[in-house]
């Protein structure tokens, strides 16, 4: 699952850059802003078949390729 999450954040992003750090902040690089977060959000509710109100997703729990992850993991066990 973590591979399929990272893949759409790389076809988000157009880049790779944040494989080599995970828990590298992609806000802070650049690697994703707030119209690229609301894209990944949709894609990620596609692919997962999840619900990420973007009013539940503080920044700060949503910064890193890692947190991304943990939180669909979380919302795919709550289903």
């Excluded at 399929?4 to 590298?24: A, K, N, P, V, Y």
């Excluded at 609301?38 to 009013?55: H, Q």
Aim: hydrophobic share 40%; glycine share 4%.
């Amino acid at each position: 699952m973590k591979e399929q999450i990272f893949d759409i954040i790389e076809t988000i992003s157009g880049t790779d850059e944040f494989r080599e750090d995970l828990d590298m902040d992609l806000f802070e690089e650049g690697i994703l802003d707030s119209m690229r977060a609301i894209m990944l959000i949709v894609e990620l509710e596609g692919a997962f078949d999840i619900s990420l109100p973007p009013s539940e997703m503080d920044r700060e729990d949503w910064n890193t390729a890692n947190k991304i992850a943990a939180r669909v993991q979380e919302k795919t066990d709550e289903n």
